[in-house]
């Protein structure tokens, strides 16, 4: 699996391949053209409850990748794009926050590299990917 992840403020790049938004609240200051997104997949971020008490605070980065691998659990069908797409080509996960190491979007592609090849339906399988 090729994923990468990227903040959304820095410039997308040709061989970014399928970049999908995985924050939960659009990023500030940003329209659109700017994200250049070709997804925005607000069910894989981190839910409002975990985002508020995780804070960035890198004593709790642990605990948070725990409960966010465990909500990613619960919900397997919202991880059907991310998969897809990183078996496709490269996938790059876009998110807003300020630290480049401790953020969902590191956290998820920790989550799909470990969890891959779990859950791909079978009834995706050939058709386009679309999501947003």
Request: charge should be positive; include cysteine; aromatic fraction near 8%.
């Amino acid at each position: 699996m090729d994923i990468q992840v990227k903040r959304v403020y820095d410039a997308a790049a040709a061989d970014d391949g399928w970049r999908v938004l995985v924050d939960r609240v659009w990023p500030r200051g940003l329209g659109k053209a700017q994200v250049r997104a070709d997804a925005w997949l607000k069910d894989v971020a981190p839910s409002t409850a975990l985002r508020k008490w995780f804070a960035h605070d890198r004593a709790k980065w642990d605990a948070f990748v725990q409960r966010y691998a465990a909500e990613l659990d619960a919900n397997p069908e919202a991880l059907e794009p991310l998969r897809i797409a990183a078996k496709r080509g490269r996938l790059t996960l876009l998110y807003g926050a300020r630290d480049n190491e401790c953020n969902q979007a590191v956290a998820l592609r920790a989550y799909l590299h470990a969890h891959g090849r779990q859950g791909v339906a079978r009834r995706h399988s050939g058709s386009s990917i679309e999501a947003g």
